[in-house]
């Protein structure tokens, strides 16, 4: 996992390219919470980092290709992901905030390091979990299962009956406008 310090990125900014293999990312993500995706193939990542007073800037871009399970058929499929991104990250400080306010544009794509230190391979994986869809689907018109059967739609209808669906909102169907 890719760590720089801050020390080490010169006035003139850094360029960096790395490459992480699928087994020591999932190892690493297995650590921070449960996931439903697997890496395909390494992370590639791309940045130039340079610092900006005590913030430092990030542009960079991730390109890999996942492992997911469509939300409606369940089939697993390859999902390629490429992203570029631009992060602005601020030394945490001690400041306690007494009163609320509003969060801009700006703020929303900013992020915090501490310790001198900017885990650029968090930075890369935080950027993959951003860009996985929230319902992941094999294809745009995946029919699903059927509720009754559990037949896969996209393979071949069933003998199903299904029942009309009802709502309150029904009745309205009866009103005749003139």
Known sequence: MLTLKLEDIP??????????EPLVLSGYLETLSQIDFEFESP????A????LGQAVLINGGVKTVLHLHCVRCLKEFSYPLSSQFELTLHPTGKEVLAEEFDLSAEDLESNFFKGGEIHLSEVACE???LEIPVQPLCREGCKGLCPNCGKD???SACDCIREEFKTGFSALEKLKLH
């Open 153 to 155: 739609l996209n393979l």
């Open 11 to 20: 006035d003139e900014g850094l360029e960096l390219k790395w490459k992480e």
């Open 127 to 129: 950027q993959v979990f």
């Open 48 to 51: 130039k980092v340079k610092k």
């Open 43 to 46: 992370l590639e990542s791309e």
